[in-house]
């Protein structure tokens, strides 16, 4: 059975800084990854998709890269700011991007 | 624009007293998926939807519905509606092998 699991399950950092966010799962036979920012009270939006075949997407300081082999995807934020904050959660696409498993989640401070 | 559309936002009822929360998307996706959201248990899929006339249970679907009778609509129906179902509700929609798309979310109460 598929499991998803995010780590650290929260993250403070100064504004400015580089990081990077965890996503690993336990079953290489994926169709895809994505990964969703969520500000508090409200709903998803996607932020990347990675296809099985692919391994990195990026959009404009975000970048996210995909290891199959290795059960293991990350998140890159690039010159983090304020508004940045959210919690950010991974989730895998099973036989096709219909059903996803999702992870906790990381939620992410940066402090100004 | 692109967009799922949930309503209401908000919902306050009481237990057992039947109600619907509407979900409608605008980009043609085939797959249209229910989920609820509850603070230490993350995403839990309740009901999607492949296609029109096409429904399965997800993860957790017991005391709900879904009916998909045209291709944008996939309401949430929770005939006796109790405390247990006091959630944040959100729906999505996809097509295949791409991104999906969600809802503003219905935050709903049952007292």
């Known amino acids: 059975k598929q499991e998803v699991t995010q780590i650290p399950a929260a993250l403070s950092v100064p504004e400015g800084e580089n990081l990077v966010l965890n996503c690993s799962f336990t079953d290489s036979a994926i169709y895809n990854l994505q990964w969703f920012r969520q500000d508090p009270g409200k709903g998803l939006t996607s932020l990347l998709l990675?296809?099985?075949s692919q391994r990195e997407q990026t959009s404009g300081r975000l970048n996210a890269s995909l290891d199959k082999s290795s059960g293991r995807s990350t998140l890159y934020i690039a010159a983090s700011q304020p508004g940045d904050s959210a919690t950010y959660l991974c989730?895998?696409?099973?036989?096709?991007?219909?059903?996803?498993?999702w992870g906790a989640g990381t939620k992410l401070i940066i402090k100004p | 624009e692109a967009q799922v559309t949930q309503n209401p936002r908000y919902l306050i009822t009481v237990t057992g007293k039947k109600l619907t929360v509407t979900c409608s998307q605008n980009?043609?996706?085939?797959?249209m998926s229910w989920y609820r959201q509850d603070p230490g248990l993350g995403l839990r899929q309740i009901y999607y939807s492949m296609n029109v006339e096409v429904t399965d249970k997800g993860d957790v679907p017991e005391g709900y519905k879904v009916s998909r009778k045209e291709k944008r609509n996939f309401p949430l129906i929770l005939e006796s509606p109790s405390p247990n179902q006091t959630s944040l509700y959100f729906c999505a929609s996809s097509t295949r092998g791409y991104e999906q798309f969600f809802g503003p979310g219905t935050r709903l109460t049952v007292l």
């Open positions: 990675i296809q099985s």
């Open positions: 989730a895998v696409g099973r036989d096709s991007n219909y059903q996803l498993i």
């Open positions: 980009m043609n996706h085939e797959y």
